[in-house]
Nanobody
Framework: VQLQASGGGSVQAGGSLRLSCAPS????????WGWFRQAPGKGREFVAA????????YYADSNKGRFTISRDAYQNTMSLQMNSLQPDDTAVYYC???????????????????WGQGTQVTVSS
């Protein structure tokens, strides 16, 4: 299973982007899908996550009120709407999914089994 992330690009501060994530390959079961990001010279950090079965959402404090994570259970896709982007949001964004066990610790990178290749988001001031 491979996840495909798309929708990155370059915007000015205050702009918006919408990232999408879709799986390719065989069908798989997952408890939680999420987004992580890695800025130049920094480690990968949690951005947002959503429980696939009930749609409960979680956000990093830095993103609350600006980012919205959503899923389409019929299309089997996930999206991240990012508004009011700032230069500090510049990073490679990765989508990821956990295995099927309930209750994954959504903010831990190690909980995620399936990963996408990343999409670059660049925000200029």
């Amino acid at each position: 299973v491979q996840l495909q992330a798309s929708g990155g690009g370059s915007v000015q501060a205050g702009g918006s982007l919408r990232l999408s994530c879709a799986p390719s390959g065989r069908a798989f079961a997952s408890d939680t899908w999420g987004w992580f990001r890695q800025a130049p010279g920094k480690g990968r950090e949690f951005v947002a996550a959503i429980r696939w079965r009930n749609g409960v959402r979680y956000y990093a404090d830095s993103n609350k009120g600006r980012f919205t994570i959503s899923r389409d259970a019929y299309q089997n896709t996930m999206s991240l709407q990012m508004n009011s982007l700032q230069p500090d949001d510049t990073a490679v964004y990765y989508c990821a999914a956990t295995g099927p066990a309930y209750g994954a610790t959504y903010y831990l990178e190690s909980e995620y089994v399936y990963w996408g290749q990343g999409t670059q988001v660049t925000v200029s001031s």
